[in-house]
RNA sequence: GGGCGAGUGGCGGAACUGGCAUACGCGCUAGCUUCAGGUGCUAGUGCCCGCAAGGGAUUGAGGGUUCAACUCCCUCCUCGCCCACCA
C-alpha cells in the first residue's frame, strides 16, 4: 500500500498558502521565538540536497514551538548579490538581474515543494533596491561614525583578464580563468573598521558556562582563532652603522618589535624584518646609509613581491631571507651588536613588521638560524617541581641548590642507553649526579658514570648546553633540592668495566635499554626532555622556564621575568590581534553601490540619506576589463557633488555580499518599511534570534560580521541586544553515495527534486532527519530512504485500517505506557536537536501499534501518534488526521503531555550480573528494596550456578538497574 | 606545522550522568502472499564454538583506574574539518 504522495502534498501546500497559515503577526500576545535558517544563495544549479537538511530541522523546531502555544517567527530570503550569478550571466549572456530572479523563482518553488512553515510575506531578496537602500543607509552610519574609511591595500590583480580577483578565484596563484600568474596591487579600498570591536567580539565566545553564547565549542575557538588576541610587548632596537664605514655613527634610527617572549630577548640573536618594512625602503634610497650588499637585497624584494599568499604558503617549509650587511642592531637587554636581516616569513600585516629572533626558543627563527648559520643561545630552561609522593617538593623548608649533571651514555654497539633504577624507590632514570665544588661538568659526569655503573672509558660526543631544573625532596640525603641539570652525550668507547662498590651497588641496579624501551622506563617528568633530545638533537625548548644567560635576571621566572625586563629595558606592554578590519571594496557589478560620491573641490562625499537608494544601473556592460563595470555608466557615474554642485563622480565599487547578509534578520521583524531600516519595537519584540542553523562554512566570516554589526547597531541605538544568535546549531555536509563530497564533476549529485517527486516531501525531510545526528557528516544512501517510506505507508494503512492488523496478543494495557514513553522521548529529542532517535521512536510505536487490535483504545493511540508525526511529516499527518474526522487541523494540536504515573509504575528490569557478566534479569516494580532484590536475583538458577563455585565478596546494587555479585 | 573533532555489525547509526553494547533503519536469509516481482506480510540476522540449551571473545590498537569502561586517564594508529610563517 502507497499513498498518494504528491496529491497530498499539494494539497496541503495550497491549504497552508491560501490560508496563510504560518503568517505571524507582530501583534500576538503570548511567549516568542525566532527561528533562524541562513538564507541560501540562489545558485543556477537549484537547491541541494544540504540545504533542506538545516531547514527541515528549524522546521521541526517552529512547529512543534506553536504547538505549545508559542508564536514563532519563521522567516526565508535570499542572500541575491555576488559574483557567482554575475559570472554565470556572462556566460550566457544574460544580465544578472535577470538570471537572479529566475534562479530565486527555482529556488522558491523548491523549497515550498518541501511544505516548511515559512512565513513568505516576510521574504527578502538583497538585490532588491527596496533591501540594499538600507545596507547602504547602514553604510553611511557606519561613515558617521568612523566605522567606514579609506586606505590603500593589495588586491589580487590578473593581468590577462584586466580585473580584480577575490582570494577564492585565484588557484594556487593563478587565475582561475586564464591562468596568468595574479599579481598584487594597490589600490584604495573602502574598509569597516571591526578592530574597534575586537575586545567586544571576544566577549560571549567562552560559552555557556561562562556565561556566553550557546554555540557549537568548535565554532567559539574559530572566532577566538580569527581575532587572535596575544599579549606582549613592543621594544626598540637600535640600529648602528658600524665606523669604520666612513659615516657618521646615527643614533635617531630604531625599529620597533612585537614580542610575547620578553623573557628571551636575552637570546634574541638577529633581527628580522619584513619585506614591506620602511626602514628596508629607507635604507635602500639612503645612499648616506647605503647598505652594500644593496642589489642582493632589491633582488630579493622583487622576488617576494612576485609571490601572491599561495606562493608563501606552499613555501612556508623553507625559509628564504637576506642579511642587511653594513648595518647592525642592538640587543637592548645584552646590549649585544645583532645582525639585521629582510625575510618573507615575516608578515607587516601583523605586530609591528619587525622581529627579534630567538633562535633557540622558537621554531621558526631556529629553522631560519640552522640555515645562515646564525647563533643559537639558550637563555629559558625548562623547570620541574615534584608534588607527588615522598620525593615531592617542600616549600615551607629551606632550599639546598646544586649543579648537576646528566649523562646521556650511549653504546653504539648495541644502539641502547646507560641506565639506572633505584632499588629503594620508583626511580628510572639516567645517570645522574652533583657536580662538586670547582669540578668540571664533564669530569662530573665521568666520574659519577664510573661510580654509579663502573664504566671506565665514555667520551663526550656533544653538549647540547642545555639544562632543566628540578625541585624535589631528597630521600637520601633527606634535602630539600633545587637542581640544575645539565645535559652531556656521550658514547662508550669500550666495555671495560670495574665493579662498583657494594654500597652503590645496594643502591641502584644498571641497565642498557633502546630508545623504545626507555619511554617506558622513565619514572621523572625530565623523562619527557631526555626523550626529546634523543628524537631531536637539536631539541629547542619553546615553554617557560627559569631564564638563564639573562645577567641580572637570572634563575626568574618566565613571567616574573617579562615585567622586570620590560621596566628594565623601557619595553611597553602591548596587545596584538590577528583580527584585520574588513575590505568591503569589490570592483564588481552585482552588489549593492557604495554612497560615496568624490568632488574635486569637497574631496568624499556621502550620498545624502534622501536621496537613497543609488540604485544600480541595468544597462551596463558588466563583462570584466580592469575598471569597475560601474565606471562605464555614464548615468551612473558622472554625477553633483551633494555639497557644492560641481561635476563630481560616483564610487564605482560595490560592497561585499557579507555586507548584505550581515543585518537581514533583522529586517525579518519589518521587510516592507520603507521609511526605516525598521521598526525599533519590532526589532525589540523578536529578536535576538533564539535559534539559529546553518552551515559551519560560515564559522567566522559570516557569524562573525554579524555579530559585529550588531555591536554596532546596538551603539547606534537601534537594537536593544548586541549578540545577534543565542543559539546556534550547524547541520553536518551530506556526502554523496560514494562517501565523497558531492559535485557534478563527479556525478554523485542527488537532486531534491526527484526524490520529491518519487517520494514526496515528508520521505525526503524525515530521510535526511533520520540519517543521523544533524551535526555529523554523513553520507547519501538511496536505498535507505525506502525504510522511511515504508515507515510513512504504514502510518497511512494503520490509520485507514484498511488492511485489518491484529495479533493474537491483546496489548491494550501496554497502549498507556508506549504512549506516555514515545510522548516523552519525542518530546527531549526535538528540544536537544536529535531528530533522528526522535523518529526511530515513532517508528517503534508504530510497529507497536501493529501488534494491537483495531478498536477504540488503538484509535484514541493513532491520533496521539499523529500528533507527534505532524512536525516531521507535516502533509501525511494533516491528511490522515482529516480523515479521521477531526474538526481542527493536525498543527491547531495541543502537544500531549506526558502521563508520568504510568511511567511511575512501571516495572523495571534490573540486570543481574556476577563479576560485571551479564547472566541473567528480574523483572520488579520500582518500589521493591535493594534487600529483595538482591534475594530475588540469587535465587535466579543461572545465578545459583555461579554462587555455588564460590564465595560472594561483594554485592553491587544500583537501583532500578543491576545487581553485581562479585564473586571469588 | 598548529587547533578541533571522530573511529561501534556488511552499511547509516543507538547507548541518559561509568551500569544489560549493537535500539531504529538499510541490506541479507527463509517462509507466506502474488500470474509475476525491484510489492506487501511474517520470522531470523554482529562474530566464533554448538543441532540446541548454552558458552566465549568483541566498540581503531595497546595499557591503566573501577565491582563495572563505547563512556574516564595515558601511549599509539587512522580518518575528517578548520587555520596556516600571527612573533
Known sequence: MSYPHLEIEQKWQKYWADNKTFFVSDDTSGERAYVLDMFPYPSAQGLHVGHPEGYTATDIYSRYLRMNGVNVLHPMGFDAFGLPAENYAIKVGKNPKEVTAQNIDNFRRQIKSLGFSYDWLREVDTSSPEYYKWTQWLFLKFYEKGLAYQKSAPVNWCPGCQTVLA?????????????????????????????????????????????????????????????????????????????????????????????????????????VLAPEHSLVASLLENHELRITNHEEVENYLIETKKKTELDRKIESK?????????????????????????????????????????????????????????PIKRVVEPKFVLTDGD??????????????????????????????????????????????????????????????????????????????????????????????????????????????????????????????????FFSVAEGEFTLNFLNDPYYIHTGDGLLHNSGEFDNLDSTEAKVKIAKKIGAEFKTQYRLRDWLISRQRYWGAPIPIIYCDECGTQPVPEITLPVVLPVDVDFRPTGESPLTRSKTFHDVKCPKCGAKARRESDTMDTFVDSSWYFLRYCDPQNSAKIFDEGKVAKWCPVNFYVGGAEHAVLHLLYARFFTKVLFDLGLVNFSEPFLKLRNQGLILGEDGQKMSKSRGNVVNPDEI????????????????????????????????????????????????????????????????AKTIKKVTSDIKNFHFNTAISALMEYVNFLYTVPVGEERKLAVKNLIILLAPFAPHLSAEVWESLGEKNMVWEQ???????????????????????????????????????????????????????????????????????????
Open 756 to 819: 520529491v517527486e518519487k517520494y514526496g516531501a515528508d520521505t525526503l525531510r524525515l530521510y535526511e532527519m533520520f540519517m543521523g545526528p544533524l551535526e555529523d557528516v554523513k553520507p547519501w544512501q538511496s536505498k535507505s530512504i525506502s525504510g522511511v517510506r515504508r515507515f510513512l505507508d504504514r502510518v497511512f494503512v494503520l490509520v485507514s485500517e484498511d488492511e485489518l492488523i491484529t495479533t493474537s496478543d491483546v496489548k491494550l494495557g501496554e497502549i498507556k505506557v508506549w504512549q
Open 167 to 271: 582570494n577564492e578565484q585565484v588557484v594556487a596563484g593563478e587565475c582561475e580563468r586564464c591562468h596568468s600568474v595574479v599579481e598584487q596591487k594597490q589600490m584604495k579600498q573602502w574598509f569597516f573598521k571591526i578592530t574597534d570591536y575586537t575586545e567586544k567580539l571576544l566577549q560571549g565566545l567562552d560559552g555557556p558556562p561562562a556565561g556566553g553564547l550557546d554555540w557549537p565549542t568548535p565554532i567559539l575557538e574559530m572566532q577566538k582563532n580569527w581575532i587572535g588576541k596575544s599579549e606582549g610587548a613592543e621594544v626598540d632596537f637600535k640600529i648602528v652603522i658600524p665606523a669604520e664605514a666612513g659615516i657618521q655613527k646615527q643614533n635617531d634610527l630604531s625599529v620597533k618589535v612585537f614580542t610575547t617572549r620578553l623573557d628571551t630577548i636575552f637570546g634574541a640573536t638577529y633581527l
Open 318 to 374: 623553507e625559509k628564504t631571507g637576506v642579511k642587511l650587511e653594513g648595518i647592525t642592531a642592538i640587543n637592548p637587554a645584552s646590549g649585544e651588536e645583532i645582525p639585521v636581516f629582510v625575510a618573507d616569513y615575516i608578515l607587516m600585516s601583523y605586530g609591528t613588521g619587525a622581529i627579534m629572533a630567538v633562535p633557540a626558543h622558537d621554531a621558526r627563527d631556529f629553522e631560519f638560524a640552522k640555515k645562515f648559520n646564525l
Open 894 to 968: 495541543t502537544w500531549p503531555s506526558v502521563d508520568e504515573m504510568v511511567l511511575k509504575n512501571l516495572t523495571v528490569v534490573v540486570a543481574v550480573q556476577v563479576n560485571g557478566k551479564l547472566r541473567g534479569t528480574i523483572e520488579v516494580s520500582p518500589e521493591v528494596g535493594e534487600d529483595e532484590v538482591v534475594t530475588m536475583a540469587k535465587k535466579l538458577s543461572v545465578i545459583e550456578k555461579y554462587l555455588e563455585s564460590g564465595e560472594i565478596v561483594k554485592t553491587i546494587y544500583v537501583a532500578g538497574r543491576l545487581v553485581n555479585f562479585v564473586v571469588k
Open 391 to 520: 620525593a615531592a617538593f617542600r616549600t615551607n623548608e629551606e632550599i639546598i641548590k646544586r649543579n648537576a649533571v646528566c649523562a646521556i651514555v650511549f653504546n653504539p654497539k648495541n644502539n641502547k642507553y646507560l641506565c639506572v633504577s633505584w632499588r629503594a624507590f620508583q626511580m628510572h632514570g639516567l645517570v645522574t649526579g652533583g657536580v662538586e665544588e670547582g669540578e668540571d661538568i664533564v669530569e662530573a659526569a665521568k666520574r659519577e658514570v664510573y661510580e654509579e655503573t663502573g664504566y671506565k672509558n665514555v667520551k663526550l660526543t656533544r653538549d647540547p648546553q642545555f639544562a632543566l631544573h628540578t625541585f624535589f625532596y631528597h630521600r637520601v640525603k633527606k634535602q630539600n633540592r633545587w637542581a640544575r641539570f645539565q645535559y652531556l652525550f656521550f658514547e662508550l668507547e669500550n666495555e671495560e668495566r670495574d665493579d662498583i662498590t657494594e654500597t652503590e651497588n645496594n643502591l641502584h641496579e644498571v641497565l642498557w635499554l633502546t630508545k623504545e624501551e626507555l619511554k617506558k
